[in-house]
């Protein structure tokens, strides 16, 4: 699979866009474990025009994560364009994503990422401005519709790729869903199969295994799965023999919380404050099954995530890789 001139390999895993998530450290990760693609978190145009801080910082990547894309949003074309020139000049990722998917009320309600899907018109302007605009690859992420009543994506699809886009990533579920009930990928499999889409197509919804990626790819034929939820707190689900030791061995419990401690530590170095960096790990500590079927853990857990220090943190992570009930579960 190719995005432009990126040669993505066969059947590729990719790394969802997710805000709070996919930060610096957590890419890597995902990137050393077998992630094709990973995305950056996702930026706000108008914030990145008017150069806010904490929006300009979402840009910094390494050479080592690449190919990374950089996803961004907005709701209106000029802010978007111009977010997208910035973001092509300052941090040449190899892909600029538009986010036409996001569904959460704070973006969707104000007519941005999902939101989009209620004024395909500009949608489709946005889209084609932004493609004349840049010379980096432009693809875009969506959803199935904004509800039931309204399954755009065929139609879209087709529209997009009229746009000039280079891959189309589709989340099976519609705006209304949010996150609810199962992923549908019957549309994903129907825009991959017409003949008239030439661009790759990538799915993404309710992935959580190596196992059911591989049944995406034969049973819907897709060019490439994306993960999104399922890799909080475990960077290494994009590698076969870490998860399942086929080919290698399987990683142990001490040797993921090892890796969680490299997050924090990676996440000290780029972000160059202590605490923000505990904060950014933190929620992959929260999520993380690494410390599944533990019992009594709960007073450990709140220990672990009051922790306040990278000092205090990393003793509470070293004593329980001698937890003799670790990887018990």
Known sequence: MTIG???LGDRPLFL???????DIGF??????????????EFVAAEALVRSVKATVRKLTISNDERPVGIQIYGRTTADVVEAARIVEAE???????????????????????????????????MTAAVVKAVNTPVTVKTRLGWNSDNLVITTLAEQLQDCGIQALTIHGRT?????????????????KNNPRITIPIIGNGDITSLEQADKAFDKYGVDAVMIGRATFGQPWIFSRSATTGEGGEALTPAQKIDIL??????????IGDDYRAILHTRRHLASTPVFKGIPDFRQTRIKMLR????????????????CPLLGKQ
């Open 175 to 191: 705006r209304a869903q949010m996150y609810t009930g199962e992923a549908d990928w019957t549309l994903i499999g129907e825009v």
């Open 261 to 270: 401690l490299e997050l924090l530590n990676i996440n000290r170095q780029y």
């Open 307 to 322: 922790a306040n220090t990278v000092e205090e943190l990393e003793g509470i992570l070293e004593e329980l890789k001698d």
């Open 5 to 7: 001139n990126i040669d």
């Open 16 to 22: 969802a866009p997710m805000e709070d998530v996919t």
């Open 27 to 40: 890419r890597r990760l995902c990137k050393r474990f077998g992630a094709a693609m990973v995305y950056t």
């Open 91 to 125: 941090a040449h990722p190899d892909v600029i994503d538009l986010n036409f998917g996001c569904p959460v009320k704070k973006v969707a309600g104000k007519g941005a990422g999902a939101g989009m899907l209620q004024n395909i018109p500009l949608l489709l302007d």
